[in-house]
């Protein structure tokens, strides 16, 4: 099998990665992608995904093999992960050898997924787990991969990582370098406000690996002008992402940058600000392109987002997945040429910095993290959108 994406980026953890980088158009009823490594949610990309309408992957059926996405909680940022399998499964052709691939959408718990991943060990059809770890450090998640691994079964990350000490119950990780996205998103921070600022990042949960690393990024990014006031979490709840803008903006009454580290959290953000007419007190940086969020920016509400790849993630997931069951050695190779080697065992799936138009924002300030991130306005990003029928990314 001849890999779809082959294109080399600066090295980080001390490894050479490979970058995702379509070399071809993503043309797909439902879902497509593009020519330089980033895509996103097609308008039609959560329907016929090989998942039901939950997200809940479903039981093979004549005896096909199962290669499972286990996510951390629902969201549409997976939906153009979805769209990626999907494109997986189809250029693939998974269905014609007895494959089939799917996400399965965990309930935002550390439990939930110890039962998902316990379950799994009960079935015989399934080949391979790539799993987005709500919590890095959770042993009994650990050990349930563990498990899993010893029957034969292909493990995998995506999206988020295992801490260092679990990674070798992991074959490999596909996803964003989160640190350098933090450091990303910091960076614009810092150009939008030199002098410094007070601010609070809003995530989810701080267990999982790409929070922890996104954040601390950040932190390491603005420097000493600014001082971080908080960190809220909200448990993937939605009320209560707004819940904990509305705390902040009441108990530090100089906070002037809110930062979003999850998908979900950009809106949440932007609900309250809206509701307590308080724009021009508060620069706004996020992470994701929910759809919402591209319409808040377009209204002014967003400063600057960090933009991953779910698409890409999905797709690179099930193509080693299926490349490791079938014996493809060509594909395993090129996808990851230095395996076994320090960092050899992951391929970052890059990132976009999306601005509004006239923002002082250039793409200069973002050089010194090479090829694996490319700058646009909010113009040329809905371009980008519009021309492979795209909601998000």
Not at 48 to 76: H, Q, V, Y
Not at 82 to 94: F, P, T
């Amino acid at each position: 099998m001849k890999p779809l994406f082959l294109c080399q980026i600066p090295s980080f953890r001390s490894c050479r990665c490979i970058a995702v980088l379509p070399v071809m158009l993503l043309i797909l009823a439902g879902c497509t992608g593009s020519n330089d490594s980033k895509s996103g949610t097609s308008k039609t990309g959560s329907a016929n995904t090989g998942a039901t309408a939950t997200g809940d992957a479903p039981t093979s059926k004549g005896g096909s093999k199962r290669i499972i996405l286990l996510n951390n909680t629902d969201s549409p940022f997976w939906d153009a992960a979805r769209a990626g399998i999907k494109k997986a499964q189809d250029d693939l052709k998974l269905t014609d050898v007895g494959f089939t691939a799917s996400m399965d959408s965990n309930d935002g718990t550390e439990t939930g997924q110890i039962e998902k991943l316990r379950q799994y060990g009960t079935q015989s059809d399934i080949v391979a787990v790539i799993i987005s770890p709500i919590s890095a450090t959770n042993p009994a998640i650990a050990d349930e991969l563990k498990k899993l691994k010893a029957k034969g079964i292909t493990i995998g990350c995506f999206d988020s990582d295992l801490d260092a000490k679990y990674q070798q119950y992991r074959e490999f990780y596909v996803g964003t370098n989160n640190i350098a996205g933090g450091k990303v998103l910091g960076t614009a921070a810092k150009m939008l406000k030199p002098d410094g600022a007070p601010y609070v990042q809003f995530v989810g949960v701080d267990s999982q690996q790409n929070a922890i690393e996104r954040m601390d990024g950040f932190t390491s990014a603005v420097g000493d002008k600014f001082a971080q006031k908080d960190r809220k979490l909200d448990d993937a709840d939605r009320n209560r992402a707004r819940d904990n803008v509305r705390d902040v903006i009441t108990k530090y009454p100089d906070l002037s940058l809110l930062v979003g580290i999850w998908s979900y959290n950009a809106p949440a953000i932007v609900d309250v600000v809206k509701e307590k007419n308080a724009r021009d007190k508060f620069t706004i940086v996020t992470f994701d392109a929910e759809a919402i969020a591209i319409q808040q920016m377009q209204e002014g509400m967003i400063d600057a987002m960090v933009v991953q790849n779910p698409f890409a993630m999905g797709y690179e997931s099930v193509r080693y997945a299926f490349a490791k069951a079938t014996g493809d050695q060509d594909t395993l190779k090129g996808m990851f040429p230095n395996m076994g080697q320090p960092g050899g065992d992951i391929l970052d799936t890059g990132l976009k910095v999306v601005v509004p138009a006239g923002s002082p924002l250039k793409a200069e300030m973002f050089e010194s993290f090479g090829k694996s991130v490319e700058f646009l306005d909010l113009p040329a990003f809905q371009t980008w959108l519009k021309q492979y029928d795209l909601t998000s990314s």
